[in-house]
T-cell receptor, first 113, second 115 residues
């Protein structure tokens, strides 16, 4: 059964720091991996989708990488800002799962001025 | 751009009552997913539909049922509500034509509170 783990569970940093959020999955047989942002009590905003054949995706200050052989993905946030404060969730598309997403518990990020 | 619409956004019910949540996917998306996110928890997959047929089923209680209609909107029906059903319910849609995989776009969620 696919399990997704995110480390750290919480992170508090000063503005301007470069950050790395980690996501690991137990079964390397995944299709894709998707990173989301969730503000408190709000919906899920898709940040990046890394397809099975890709190794990384970039959007603005965000860069996500995928290493299926080691069962890991990282989300890199450059020059963090207070507006980046949110919970970041990674989710895996397991093979044979008809596209249902398996989510990690998330990393709660606080960026202070 | 059009997004996934969910209604209602907030719903308060008493125990043992029934609730119906609605989801309107992005136009031309024929795949719909339902997820449940309890307080402080990650979203858990409930059920999905492709071309109006159930395509997959997760940890959905027998008290819950769902369907996708001819216009591709979907409804999640929840009966005999329990306190533990209080959660944020997300609907997502995707243009994916199974078995291919594509990005899921999430709606804002319906917050259900059972008193």
């Amino acid at each position: 059964k696919q399990e997704v783990t995110q480390i750290p569970a919480a992170l508090s940093v000063p503005e301007g720091e470069n950050l790395v959020l980690n996501c690991s999955f137990t079964d390397s047989a995944i299709y894709n991996l998707q990173w989301f942002r969730q503000d408190p009590g709000k919906g899920l905003t898709s940040l990046l989708l890394i397809q099975s054949s890709q190794r990384e995706q970039t959007s603005g200050r965000l860069n996500a990488s995928l290493d299926k052989s080691s069962g890991r993905s990282t989300l890199y946030i450059a020059a963090s800002q207070p507006g980046d404060s949110a919970t970041y969730l990674c989710a895996a598309y397991p093979r044979g799962g008809y596209n249902k997403l398996i989510f990690g518990a998330g990393t709660r990020l606080a960026v202070h001025p | 751009a059009a997004g996934v619409i969910q209604s209602p956004r907030h719903l308060i019910k008493e125990k043992r009552e029934t609730a119906t949540l609605k989801c309107y996917p992005i136009p031309r998306h024929d795949t719909v997913y339902w997820y449940q996110q309890g307080p402080g928890q990650d979203p858990q997959f409930l059920i999905s539909f492709y071309e109006k047929m159930q395509s997959d089923k997760g940890s959905i209680p027998d008290r819950f049922s769902a369907q996708q209609f001819s216009d591709y909107h979907s409804e999640l029906n929840m009966s005999s509500l329990e306190l533990g059903d209080s959660a944020l319910y997300f609907c997502a849609s995707s243009p994916a034509r199974l078995p291919s995989v594509d990005t899921q776009y999430f709606g804002p969620g319906t917050r259900l509170t059972v008193l």
